[in-house]
């Protein structure tokens, strides 16, 4: 039986989506078949993105960043968006069963008093983190029902 799919969308595909794709391959990728991409590709995926979560154990330094385009053609199961913009243009896509939306900071845009870039993308990480991680345990805890 073929894994369901899950397309993370961000709009440029550069931090948010790359983030949120190597959490859940790394927490459940035995279930799923993750990928992201982005409304507006930048084109690269933030090095400070590749950083922190090497920190964590997670290699995403082989990621590119793709246009959404490029899985209209494929089956996919699930879309979550991780930013506003691409949570409202984001197209329905064939055979597509489930959506969702789950907002985070830009993290290059969400630097706080007191705060670097870098702790600005841990923290927008440890988020993404907790959120992913859940939803990875808790489709293994439902064991083959969809969501």
Known sequence: MKKPSVLILCTGNSCRSHMAEGILRHAAGDLFDVFSA???PAGYVHPLSIEVLKEIGIDISGHTSKHLNEFLERRIDTVITVCGNADQTCPV???QV???HWGF???PKAIRP???ELDAFRRIRDQIRL???TYG???REGGSQRE
Do not use: A, I, Y
Request: no cysteine; net charge negative; proline share 10%.
């Open 137 to 139: 345990s808790g489709f």
């Open 98 to 100: 489930n959506r969702h």
């Open 38 to 40: 982005g409304s507006k």
């Open 131 to 133: 959120v992913f991680e």
């Open 114 to 116: 007191g705060e670097s």
């Open 105 to 107: 900071e830009d993290p």
């Open 93 to 95: 896509f064939p055979g």
